[in-house]
Structure formats: structure tokens, C-alpha cells
T-cell receptor, first 113, second 114 residues
Framework: EAAVTQSPRSKVAVTGGKVTLSCHQTNNHDYMYWYRQDTGHGLRLIHYSYVADSTEKGDIPDGYKASRPSQENFSLILELASLSQTAVYFC????????????FGPGTRLTVL | GEKVEQHESTLSVREGDSAVINCTYTDTASSYFPWYKQEAGKSLHFVIDIRSNVDRKQSQRLIVLLDKKAKRFSLHITATQPEDSAIYFCAASGMNYNQGKLIFGQGTKLSIKP
């Protein structure tokens, strides 16, 4: 079965601090995504990647960076965390070229104080 | 860019009745429309999808209808059961499947009453 894991599962960060969220998939998928979920907004795409060592901006990339060092790993980096970045973050992977289904990780609850 | 609107933020139906969740989209070039389910405190998982070359798809108790002219699609859950209680998200792919990107609606919280 497809597997996407995220770490940490929850985190409290201070305003202005650096936060790194990690995602690991064992699906052998080329595509990986980072979303944030806020109440009333559904999921919004932050960054995505369709090949290692390359990332693309999603719909709300401001304040976030992404890194894809290998096919299996995809990180989301908040260089200067802000209160408005408090949210639940989901990572997902897909094999878009053959199946459009996205497999989601369990999520990371980030609270910025 | 593509926008997806989910019309019902909450929906409550009696167990055994049908539930209908409606979504509209803006990009006429969108060609792929999946639905995802999020149970309380959990992550999302795929439930069903439809592509623009058909207007109806059924998988057991789930039916998806697509009206390309109205840019509207809907999820019908028949003979609802307590385990159907969850938040349901519709999504659309945008033009040319958009490099694997999906645009999600805001979600509909479905409650099944006994």
C-alpha cells in the first residue's frame, strides 16, 4: 500500500524562527506536493515537485521554500515563521503520468506563537 | 486561474437517505475531477473521480455526475451509513492536467444522523 510519512506530527515554533517539515514516500512516485489546510479554505497548494532536485511554486508559495533532494524526500522550509503560518500541513505524492490519485501523509499541525 | 467552489459547507442527512454535494469550477479546460474524504482527525484519501470524457461514474454507493456545460459536478452518496460522516473535498485539475496540480474546494462536512 502507498505510504507517505511526515515529521514532525506537530510542532510549536516561535515567530521569526526557522521551521522544517519533512515528508518521505515509499511509493516510487515522481510527483510530490505540500498543502496547507485552514478552516474554511480547504487545501491550498504551496509547492510541488515532479523530479528530484527541482521544485515548482504552487498557488501560495510566499514565505515558504521547498527542497526535493531525492525522489523519496520533500521538505517544506519556513525561514522566518509567522503567526499566519499556523495551520495543518499535508504532504502528498502521486504517479501523475499513470494514475491521478494523490496519496496523503498524516499531516503536521504547526502552531506559531 | 482555476477556482473550485463547494456550495454546501455542512450537510446533515438521515441514515439510509442520499446525500448530494455540489461543486462548480471556472476553467472550461479542466478535465479531471476527483473527490477526497477526510474523517475526523485524519488525513485525506481518494474516494472517486470522473474525467471530462464521461458525464457519470459509479462506484458502489458513490455516483459522480459532471455537467460540463454548467461547469458543475456533484457527488451522490446513496443509502448513507454512519461511516460516511466526514469532510468531503472536490477538486479540479485545470488545463491539461496542470502538471499534476489540483485545485480543491473548501470542503463539505457531512453528518449522518441515526
Amino acid at each position: 500500500e502507498a505510504a507517505v510519512t511526515q515529521s514532525p506530527r506537530s510542532k510549536v515554533a516561535v515567530t521569526g524562527g526557522k521551521v522544517t517539515l519533512s515528508c518521505h514516500q515509499t511509493n516510487n512516485h515522481d510527483y510530490m506536493y505540500w498543502y496547507r489546510q485552514d478552516t474554511g479554505h480547504g487545501l491550498r497548494l504551496i509547492h510541488y515537485s515532479y523530479v528530484a532536485d527541482s521544485t515548482e511554486k504552487g498557488d501560495i508559495p510566499d514565505g515558504y521554500k521547498a527542497s526535493r533532494p531525492s525522489q523519496e524526500n520533500f521538505s517544506l522550509i519556513l525561514e522566518l515563521a509567522s503567526l499566519s503560518q499556523t495551520a495543518v500541513y499535508f504532504c502528498a505524492s502521486s504517479d501523475w503520468d499513470s494514475s491521478y490519485e494523490q496519496y496523503f501523509g498524516p499531516g503536521t499541525r504547526l502552531t506559531v506563537l | 486561474g482555476e477556482k473550485v467552489e463547494q456550495h454546501e459547507s455542512t450537510l446533515s442527512v438521515r441514515e439510509g437517505d442520499s446525500a448530494v454535494i455540489n461543486c462548480t469550477y471556472t476553467d472550461t479546460a479542466s478535465s479531471y475531477f476527483p473527490w477526497y474524504k477526510q474523517e475526523a482527525g485524519k488525513s485525506l484519501h481518494f474516494v472517486i473521480d470522473i474525467r471530462s470524457n464521461v458525464d457519470r461514474k459509479q462506484s458502489q454507493r458513490l455516483i459522480v455526475l459532471l455537467d460540463k456545460k454548467a461547469k458543475r459536478f456533484s457527488l451522490h452518496i446513496t443509502a448513507t451509513q454512519p461511516e460516511d460522516s466526514a469532510i468531503y473535498f472536490c477538486a479540479a485539475s485545470g488545463m491539461n492536467y496542470n502538471q499534476g496540480k489540483l485545485i480543491f474546494g473548501q470542503g463539505t462536512k457531512l453528518s449522518i444522523k441515526p
